[in-house]
């Protein structure tokens, strides 16, 4: 029981892990590089609703930053997406692709670990779904079981409750709440100067760039309609990101997988002592 049950706290836990890097902020992802803590510094939650000049492009930076954080606090729903071309990424060192989408009840989306594989998650409530790809479960459960794990659980969701202990964290990190608590421990956004108006993703922005954790770092903040955050990128020290965030307040998708494409975490622990 134990050795089954340590599996798939295994799986779940490089999943949180994996989700907190990409999101960077909350209790369950203080291991995050901080890199991604920065993107939330300017996370905006409000919605385009006009195409007049919004004023933000006068404000200093200090201020663009602020407002952008208050605004964070009152989103209801948001995506974000996310491809990382750097070597650590394709490494598997942290998320070199994902396409989130969060709201007051969960989220939906996938994430990709580079050459560690993909899963991909929902949580609706108190209930959360998670299903690793082939790759994912050999890499995180290497040797013979995690080749048997894959095949087993082909094509499979893993499902369970916050009352399970190996799926609570995973439900904590899936939650747009997770963007909002206190980002704790963050790395400085320093030399930071405002550019000249461009265009970022199709819409008017000015930028932002600096320096964070040695990387260079620029955010896009849209110039009309609402001063929310569109995108950033960051390059250095094996990162190559770029992100987009859009769909503030926005339904997210509400499907969640049925029974037939689920596996019970109690059900599962039962297939893997009989395989044993």
Not at 34 to 56: E, F, K, Q, R, V
Not at 98 to 126: E, K, N, P, Y
Not at 177 to 199: I, M, R, W, Y
Not at 228 to 245: A, E, M, S, V
């Amino acid at each position: 029981m134990f050795r089954t049950r340590k599996r798939i706290a295994k799986v779940a836990a490089i999943t949180v892990t994996a989700v907190g890097a990409l999101l960077g902020g909350g209790a369950a992802a203080q291991a995050a590089p901080a890199t991604t803590h920065a993107i939330l510094l300017l996370i905006s939650g409000y919605s385009s609703d006009g195409n007049g000049g919004n004023g933000i492009a006068d404000k200093s930076p200090k201020e663009i930053r602020h407002q952008a954080y208050q605004a964070l606090l009152s989103a209801k729903s948001v995506r974000m997406t996310l491809k990382d071309t750097g070597s650590a990424a394709q490494k598997g060192n942290r998320p070199s692709s994902g396409d989130l989408s969060f709201d007051q009840a969960g989220c939906t989306g996938s994430v990709a670990m580079g050459t560690q594989g993909t899963f991909q998650i929902v949580r609706r409530g108190t209930e959360v779904w998670m299903k690793p790809d082939a790759t994912f479960w050999k890499t995180t459960v290497p040797g013979r079981e995690g080749t048997a794990d894959a095949e087993r659980f082909k094509n499979r969701y893993i499902h369970g409750t916050t009352n399970d202990a190996s799926m609570k964290e995973l439900a904590d990190v899936c939650s747009i709440k997770v963007l909002q608590k206190p980002l704790g421990s963050v790395a400085p956004f320093t030399d930071v100067k405002k550019g000249a108006e461009t265009t970022f993703n199709g819409m008017k922005a000015i930028p932002l760039t600096g320096k964070v954790d040695g990387k260079a770092a620029t955010y896009y903040v849209a110039t009309q309609g609402k001063p929310y955050l569109i995108g950033g990128t960051q390059k250095g020290n094996g990162t190559d990101l770029t992100f987009t965030l859009s769909d503030y307040d926005k339904p997210i998708p509400s499907a969640t997988p049925s029974a037939n494409e689920s596996v019970e975490v109690s059900q599962m622990e039962s297939q893997l002592q009989a395989a044993s």
